[in-house]
RNA sequence: CGGUGAGUAGCGCAGCCUGGUAGCGCACCUGCCUUGGGAGCAGGGGGUCGCUGGUUCGAUUCCAGUCUCACCGACCA
C-alpha cells in the first residue's frame, strides 16, 4: 500500500473529548471518526485492525466447531414480546415502527432471532450439537456512551449460541467456547483474566467474563495469588471467616453520640475498632419494598449480591421518608432493634461471629453498645453481601489472597439453560421420540472493544504499538527523502519484495519532511520500521526499527525483506 | 435519568465579566527553501460565534428557553 495513496488522517493535538488512551490514540491514528455519541465510522486503518481481530476470532470458533451465519440488525417486535424481554430490556432497546405501524427494534443481542431459527429448523436429537456464530453490528442505546469504541452504542460484535439436548452437554459446549476465548485472546497477546461474573440481563446459571486488564477499566476484577479462582467483583465471593467470640454477653446499653454519623466517627468516639461495630443499610426496589443489611463497620455492600438474594429487580438506597417510616431515625444511626416496621434484616455472613458489638439505636445521636444476636436483635438470614477487598483470603483455597485489578470486558460466556428456549418453545425429539427443551449457551466478543483495550494495554508516549496479529500492516518503508532518486528505487525496491513475499507492508513515499514520517508511523503502531536514507544507502544499509521494543538493526539491501519477512512469520506463529 | 462542565474556522483555544459585527496556534492552498524525529520565510482561503426568542440604536458578549456534546454515578461486549 503506498501511504500516498492510501486515507489515515492522523491528528498531532489530542481530542479535547478523548478521556482514554486508546480514545484519543484511535482518533489521532485516523482509525476512527465520530458520527454522532456512541456512533463511530471506521476508517480504513482502523477497519484493517478491526478485521484482523474478526478473522483471528473466526479461526478460532470455527476450529471449535462453530459455524457461521449472519442475522439481520432489525428485528420485529414480536419475538421479543415472546420472549418477556421487550418489556424487560427497557431503554436501550432502539424501538421504531416500519410504515405499517409495526414495532421493530434494532438488535442489541440475538438470543431471540437465533432460537427463532433453530426452532423451526431443529428437530431431533441428531441435529445437536450446534453453535451458530456472526460478526456483526449491534445496537444498544446505552444511557452514556463513552471511551470511543470501548463503550459505543453502535458497535461490531461476535456472538455465539449453542445448542444441546441436555445441561451435560450443553457444558460441554460452554467448556469450548470458554477453552476457544482463551485463545483469542492469548493469540493477541493480551494480558487478560477469566473471571466468574454475574449474569445480568442476558440472564442464564453462569458465566465467565474474559478481561483485559487496565487501569482505565470499568470493572473491577480480583484474583487469587495462589489459585485460578478470579472474579468479578460484583460476584466474588467473600471468605467465610471463623467465628470469633469471646463469649460473655456484656448488658445492652444505649449511649450518647451526638453528632457522629459515619462508622469512623462513632468508633473513635467511643474508642473501639471499627471492626466491632455493624454497619446498617436500608435498600428499597423499584416497587417500594424494603429490606435492612447489617455488615461488619469496616467491610462494604455489594449491592448486586443483596439484589440477587432478594430476588429484585432494581436496587436502590432506601430514601429519607422511606428510612425514617421503618426505622423511626435518620440516616447515621440506624440499626435493627426496635424497628417501626417488620422488614427483612439481612445480615452479611462475617456478622453471625460478632458479639458485643456498636451498632446504631434508631434515634438521633444514640447508639447501642454490647448489642447481641438472638438477645437485642434477630435477622431474617446471614447471606455473603459484601464487596470483598484486596487481601482478602480467596475463597477457594487455604493459602491464597485476592489480588484487585481494574478491567475491560472483552468477551462474556453464558450458560443459559432453557430460559430462551422454553419461552420461546424450542424443542427437540430424543431418542425416545419425547419432546424436550434444547439447552442454551451464548458466547460474545466486542471486536472493537478488543481492538481498543490492545491499544489501552500497548501503547507508548508516541502511540500505539500493535500486537502483530491485529497490526493493520506488518511494516512500513519509509523513504527518508523522496527526491532522492537513490532512495526512492531502493525503498521501492523493498516494498516489492515485501509485496511478493506476501508482507503487509505500508509505503510511506509521501514527499514530508523524515521526522513526520517518523512521528506518523510510531502513532499508528506499525510494528516494524524499514527506514531507507541515504546515509545507510551508501554503505548498501536500511534500518529496521521495532516499534515495541524500539530496537534498531542495520541490515544489508538485499536480506532486508527476508529477514522482515522472518520475524513477522515468527511473531504470528508465536499467535497460532 | 440525576449531578458537573462545555458549545466561537477541520482540530486545540482566546475574546464575553465591562455590548460596537471576531482573533491566535495547528491543519489547509500557492510560492520559495528544506529532507534522519511533527522545520523556516512570504502570501492566501475558510466562521449565519449551537439553535430560538427577548433586552438594546446595535448581541459572540446581557437575559430566558432549547438542543447537542463531554465528564462523574446505576447497565453492558
Redesign the pocket.
Known amino acids: 500500500m503506498l501511504y500516498s495513496r492510501y486515507f489515515i488522517p492522523?491528528?498531532?493535538?489530542t481530542?479535547?473529548?478523548a478521556?482514554v488512551i486508546s480514545h484519543q490514540l484511535m482518533l489521532?491514528a485516523g482509525m476512527i471518526r465520530k458520527l454522532?455519541?456512541?456512533i463511530y465510522n471506521y476508517l480504513p486503518l482502523g477497519l484493517r485492525s478491526i478485521r484482523k481481530f474478526e478473522n483471528i476470532v473466526r479461526e478460532e470458533m470455527n476450529k471449535a466447531g462453530a459455524i457461521e451465519m449472519l442475522m439481520p440488525s432489525v428485528q420485529p417486535a414480536e419475538l421479543w414480546q415472546e420472549s418477556g424481554r421487550w418489556a424487560f430490556y427497557g431503554k436501550?432497546l432502539l424501538r421504531f415502527k416500519d410504515r405499517k405501524d409495526a414495532e421493530f427494534c434494532m438488535g442489541p443481542t440475538h438470543e431471540e432471532v437465533i432460537t427463532d431459527m433453530v426452532r423451526r429448523e431443529i428437530k431431533s436429537y441428531r441435529q445437536m450439537p450446534l453453535n451458530f456464530y456472526q460478526v456483526q453490528t449491534k445496537f444498544?442505546d446505552?444511557?452514556?456512551?463513552?471511551?470511543g469504541l470501548m463503550?459505543?452504542r453502535e458497535?461490531i460484535?461476535k456472538d455465539a449460541y449453542s445448542f444441546d439436548v441436555d445441561s451435560s452437554a450443553a457444558d460441554l459446549s460452554y467448556e469450548k467456547m470458554y477453552n476457544a476465548y482463551m485463545r483469542i485472546f492469548e493469540r493477541c497477546g493480551l494480558n487478560f483474566r477469566a473471571v466468574e461474573a454475574?449474569t445480568?440481563?442476558?440472564g442464564g446459571s453462569s458465566s465467565h467474563e474474559f478481561m483485559v486488564l487496565a487501569d482505565s477499566g470499568?470493572?473491577a476484577i480480583v484474583s487469587c495469588d495462589a489459585c485460578r479462582y478470579a472474579a468479578n467483583i460484583e460476584k466474588a465471593e467473600s471468605p467465610l471467616y471463623s467465628v470469633v467470640s469471646d463469649g460473655t454477653a456484656e448488658v445492652l446499653q444505649k449511649v450518647s453520640t451526638p453528632e457522629m454519623k459515619t462508622i469512623a466517627d462513632v468508633a473513635a468516639f467511643l474508642n473501639v475498632a471499627a471492626d466491632n461495630t455493624v454497619k446498617t443499610l436500608v435498600y428499597a426496589s423499584d416497587s417500594g419494598e424494603l429490606a435492612m443489611a447489617l455488615l461488619r463497620g469496616d467491610h462494604e455492600l455489594n449491592e448486586?449480591k443483596l439484589k440477587n438474594y432478594l430476588g429484585w429487580d432494581e436496587i436502590l438506597m432506601a430514601s429519607e421518608e422511606q428510612i425514617l417510616a421503618c426505622t423511626g431515625s435518620p440516616v447515621g444511626f440506624l440499626g435493627p432493634i426496635g424497628l417501626k416496621q417488620e422488614i427483612p434484616v439481612i445480615a452479611d455472613r462475617v456478622v453471625q461471629g460478632m458479639t458485643n458489638v456498636v451498632m446504631g439505636a434508631n434515634e438521633v445521636d444514640l447508639h447501642y453498645i454490647n448489642a447481641n444476636r438472638g438477645r437485642d436483635f434477630e435477622v431474617s438470614g446471614f447471606v455473603d453481601i459484601r464487596t470483598v477487598e484486596a487481601g482478602d483470603a480467596c475463597p477457594r483455597c487455604d493459602s491464597g489472597k485476592l489480588e484487585m485489578w481494574r478491567g475491560i470486558?472483552?468477551?462474556?460466556v453464558f450458560k443459559l439453560g432453557t430460559k430462551y428456549s422454553k419461552a420461546l418453545n424450542a424443542t427437540y425429539l430424543d431418542a425416545n421420540g419425547r419432546e424436550q427443551i434444547i439447552f442454551m449457551g451464548c458466547y460474545?466478543?466486542?471486536i472493537?472493544?478488543t481492538v481498543a483495550a490492545a491499544i489501552e494495554q500497548n501503547h507508548d508516549e508516541?502511540g500505539i504499538i500493535f500486537p502483530i496479529p491485529i497490526a493493520p500492516f506488518h511494516c512500513s518503508v519509509v523513504a527518508?527523502?523522496?527526491?532522492d532518486a537513490g532512495v526512492m528505487a531502493a525503498a521501492e525496491e523493498i516494498y516489492f519484495c515485501l509485496e511478493k513475499l506476501g508482507v503487509e507492508v505500508l509505503f510511506d513515499d509521501r514527499?514530508?519532511?523524515?521526522?513526520?514520517k517518523?512521528?506518523?508511523n510510531?502513532?499508528i503502531g506499525i510494528p516494524l520500521r524499514i527506514?531507507v536514507?541515504?546515509?545507510?544507502l551508501a554503505e548498501g544499509k536500511v534500518?529496521v526499527?521495532i516499534r515495541s521494543t524500539g530496537d534498531i538493526l542495520s541490515l544489508s539491501l538485499d536480506e532486508v525483506a527476508n529477514t522482515v519477512k522472518q520475524m513477522i512469520d515468527t511473531a504470528l506463529a508465536h499467535a497460532e
Not at 492522523?10 to 493535538?13: F, L, N, P, Y
Not at 446505552?142 to 471511551?147: C, L, Q, T
Open positions: 492522523t491528528i498531532k493535538e481530542p479535547s473529548d478521556e489521532r454522532a455519541s456512541g436501550e444498544r446505552e444511557i452514556r456512551p463513552r471511551f463503550r459505543g458497535f460484535m454475574d445480568g440481563s442476558i470499568e470493572d448486586l470486558e472483552v468477551g462474556h460474545g466478543i466486542g472493537g472493544r508516541n527518508v527523502n523522496t527526491k514527499d514530508e519532511r523524515p521526522g513526520v517518523f512521528k506518523d510510531d502513532l527506514v536514507g541515504s546515509k545507510g534500518e526499527k
